[in-house]
C-alpha cells in the first residue's frame, strides 16, 4: 500500500487547510489515520477513521478538525480549521488492515506516507 498526503501550506493562527491523502496499490479494507510530529517532539495521534466511517480525535484537535473519507477515490481528507501554531507539524496519514474500529497508536499502522509540512504562524 502507498499513500501520498497533501495539501499542507502556510496560513495564520485562526486559518483553514486541508489535507488529502490517496491511497494506492494492494485493494482491500483499510482503516485509516493521521498523525502529526512537530519539531522535537515525538508522533502523535491526530484523527482516525474506519472503512465504515467511525471517526475518533485527539482531545487538542476535536471540534476543530474533521476527518472524512472517499472509499470511491480511495481518499481521506483532514479539514483543520481555527488552526494554532501549535498545529505546526508535519502531518503523516497512515493505513492499517480494515479492523472497523480506530486506533490512536502508531505502531498499529503498518503503511505511511511521505508527511506533508503544515505551518501556522502567530
Known amino acids: 500500500v502507498q499513500l501520498q498526503a497533501s495539501g499542507g501550506g502556510v496560513t495564520q493562527a485562526g486559518g483553514s487547510l486541508r489535507l488529502s491523502c490517496v491511497r494506492s496499490?494492494?485493494?482491500?479494507?483499510?482503516?485509516m489515520g493521521w498523525f502529526r510530529q512537530a519539531p522535537g517532539k515525538e508522533r502523535e495521534f491526530v484523527a482516525a477513521?474506519?472503512?465504515?466511517?467511525?471517526?475518533a480525535y485527539s482531545d487538542s484537535v476535536r471540534g476543530r478538525f474533521t476527518i472524512s473519507s472517499d472509499n470511491a477515490k480511495n481518499t481521506i481528507f483532514l479539514q483543520m480549521d481555527s488552526l494554532k501554531p501549535e498545529d505546526t507539524a508535519v502531518y503523516y496519514c497512515?493505513?492499517?488492515?480494515?479492523?472497523?474500529?480506530?486506533?490512536?497508536?502508531?505502531?498499529?499502522?503498518?503503511?505511511w506516507g511521505q508527511g506533508t509540512l503544515v505551518t501556522v504562524s502567530s
Open positions: 477513521i474506519t472503512r465504515i466511517g467511525l471517526q
Open positions: 496499490g494492494r485493494s482491500g479494507s483499510y482503516d
Open positions: 497512515a493505513a492499517r488492515s480494515g479492523q472497523h474500529y480506530n486506533s490512536r497508536q502508531a505502531a498499529d499502522y503498518g503503511s
